[in-house]
């Protein structure tokens, strides 16, 4: 298996996915992706690409994504949008197991804690992260809520008037797991998402 090579040692392979049958359909258009880019576009400062698939909630397509984009592309990271909730059809939480060696528990439970300051339907919630790994390469996989407005809380976390951290968003973690699973150093922004590692992985410049 040959993996697709990277412009520099550095750069973040990130695969965007969005599960929805109507937006996969062109009933209406998709509105996970652009807001996973826009956010992205804004909070790395170190170099990334993206490659992103809109999928119809069906846990075969999803599974043949998430190995698609780790195995054969190379992505270190991936994260999906919708198909979590309860709803017979919400099946991502499934796929992303099914193509898991590692759960990662810590960041769903986090996902829920933000979500939860707004509504409580958050507890509804099936939202899971996992490590995938091959012989030559390793990756995080994590699900995210639907709307534009849950992704970027998400990631970020919550703010004061002020600027102030309130909760810590689950991006924060991100680069310093990609550190430990062998992939690029990724640095932020930190007016967007603080990137929090130990002073012993803080690479000096």
Do not use: H, W
């Given at each position: 298996m040959t993996m697709r090579?990277?412009?520099?040692?550095?750069?973040?392979?990130?695969?965007?996915?969005?599960?929805?049958?109507?937006?996969?359909?062109?009933?209406?258009?998709?509105?996970?992706?652009?807001a996973l880019r826009d956010w992205f576009?804004?909070?790395?400062?170190s170099p990334w690409r993206m490659?992103?698939?809109?999928i119809p909630d069906d846990r075969d397509a999803i599974e043949k994504a998430l190995i698609e984009l780790v195995d054969e592309i190379g992505c270190d990271l991936v994260l999906t949008t919708g198909g979590t909730g309860p709803a017979r059809r919400d099946l991502?939480?499934?796929?992303?197991?099914a193509v898991a060696t590692r759960e990662m528990p810590g960041f769903g439970e986090q996902m829920r804690q933000i979500s939860l300051k707004f509504v409580?339907?958050?507890?509804?919630?099936?939202q899971i992260a996992v490590i995938r790994e091959t012989d030559e390469h390793a990756a995080l996989i994590m699900n995210l809520p639907g709307q534009p407005k849950s992704i970027k809380e998400t990631l970020e976390?919550?703010?004061d008037d002020d600027g102030r951290q309130v909760v810590a968003g689950i991006f924060a973690a991100v680069?310093?797991?990609?550190?430990?699973?062998?992939?690029?150093?990724?640095?932020?922004?930190?007016?967007?998402?603080?990137?929090?590692?130990?002073?012993?992985?803080?690479?000096?410049?």
């Open positions: 090579k990277k412009n520099n040692p550095d750069e973040l392979l990130v695969g965007l996915v969005s599960i929805s049958d109507r937006a996969s359909s062109g009933v209406y258009q998709d509105q996970g992706i652009p576009t804004s909070a790395l400062t490659e992103t698939r809109l991502t939480p499934e796929a992303t197991l409580p339907t958050a507890i509804l919630s099936r976390g919550l703010k680069p310093y797991c990609i550190d430990l699973i062998g992939g690029p150093y990724i640095e932020t922004d930190e007016a967007v998402c603080k990137a929090f590692r130990p002073k012993s992985a803080i690479r000096q410049k």
